[in-house]
């Protein structure tokens, strides 16, 4: 891989980890966001506020340890490998999709 895509390519990785730690300290720490939960009408509402954050906190999680795995590929040397066939994962879904650890064609299975 090209050295200066490479590094384009760790920069947006750094900036999605913090970007994506950010997020789940403010899931994780929900009254930090103020009093407005509380001023929900019904406990139906809440339920459902509180189901979908957590479907949104699991995807964020989920991401994050995308991203630290990538970054740690990095490390390592064998990041931009598909896991599934070996090959090389295409440089557009990277510039799109940092943090994927499989091509275009083992995506679409
Ligand atoms: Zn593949």
Known sequence: MDANKKAELKNKLEALRVQLEAELKAF????????????????????????????????IQDRHEAVVAALGKMEKGTYGVCEACKNDIEIELLMVDPESHLCKSCKAK
């Open 28 to 59: 994780k720490n929900p009254t930090e966001m103020g009093d407005e939960i509380d001023a929900l009408d019904t406990e139906a509402d809440e339920a459902e506020e509180f189901s979908a954050n957590a479907g949104m906190a699991q995807a």
